[in-house]
């Protein structure tokens, strides 16, 4: 059995909080450049060459991507034959999280109360686990700092077996047409379907984390991508939500198995700087 201590997760957490708002990901960046080859409208153009320098400024000058320096969302995939020792796993995150937030300079943005004392905690910190189990004794961690702006615009919907896939098109298009124009357009659209209540939101995050402009591996899933992303961008919401062709630079989804009863659909939005950072143990 491999043992890891809660310091190297620590260590590891504290790195990619760092990296990931300093840093956009290189698909991301490429996408972007597309795009710009792409937009027509005029401050729409002007709004993706102002994010290509930001990313560029961001890297050079080692400075936050966005003033929102998100909640710390993390993805951990376990390997079962290893062990964590010397303290527990949301410890070891969330003391990874304090480190970079607070020696990194990064906003801190949580409240320990969401509606009543909403004091600040000061660190980041608790961050949002998401553990997954898996074969072997690696240890893969990926670090989404997930600003509210984007999560605002978020959405989930218990649709009904009936409303097949169109019913799932009118309800993505719906929420981004509602309110997409404030989650810092060009968005990358998460979507999950299936499983229930809980299960679908977090289907429809993880997505986010495939590459720009990958598709799902079910030819019918990748068709729906393709065809939401046309809608998602005849919406003309355009980048800063100035107008224009480019809404969505790409839009993913994942599905799972579900009851003979439901459709749920969850829309997760991500802004157009769609940090994350992986790491391995």
């Not at 993390?74 to 964590?84: K, M, T």
């Not at 004091?119 to 961690?141: F, M, Y």
């Not at 499983?195 to 977090?202: I, K, M, R, V, W």
């Amino acid at each position: 059995m491999r043992r890891i201590s809660s310091k190297e997760v620590a260590e590891l957490v504290k790195r990619l909080s760092i990296e990931a708002n300093l840093y956009a990901p290189i698909d991301l960046e490429e996408s972007l450049r597309g795009a710009e080859a792409l937009e027509a409208s005029p401050y729409g153009l002007a709004v993706l060459q102002d994010l290509l320098e930001n990313i560029k400024l961001a890297q050079d000058e080692k400075m936050p991507l966005c003033q929102d320096c998100g909640m710390a969302v993390v993805f951990v995939d376990w390997g079962q034959e290893a062990v964590l020792v010397d303290g527990s796993l949301q410890e070891s995150i969330d003391e990874g999280v304090s480190r970079a937030y607070v020696e990194g300079y990064l906003r801190k943005s949580v409240v320990n109360d969401p509606l009543y004392d909403r004091k600040n905690t000061g660190d980041n910190t608790p961050a949002i686990v998401h553990l997954r189990l898996v074969q072997g004794s690696e240890v893969e961690i990926t670090v989404v700092p997930k600003g509210m702006g984007s999560e605002n615009a978020s959405a989930l919907a218990m649709l009904s077996p009936a409303d097949g896939e169109e019913g799932v098109v009118n309800f993505v298009t719906s929420v981004i047409a509602q309110k997409g124009q404030n989650a810092c357009p060009p968005l990358i659209i998460g979507v999950g379907i299936g499983g229930n209540f809980e299960s679908a939101p977090l289907l429809a995050k993880r997505s986010l984390l495939r590459p720009i402009g990958s598709r799902n591996e079910d030819p019918r899933y990748a068709r729906l991508e393709e065809r939401l992303l046309g809608e998602v961008n005849g919406l003309g919401l355009g980048p800063g939500g100035y107008g224009g062709k480019i809404t969505a630079l790409d839009v993913h989804v994942e599905y799972m198995p579900t009851h003979i009863a439901g459709l749920p659909v969850a829309v997760n939005v991500s802004c157009n700087a769609l940090r994350h950072a992986v790491g391995r143990l």
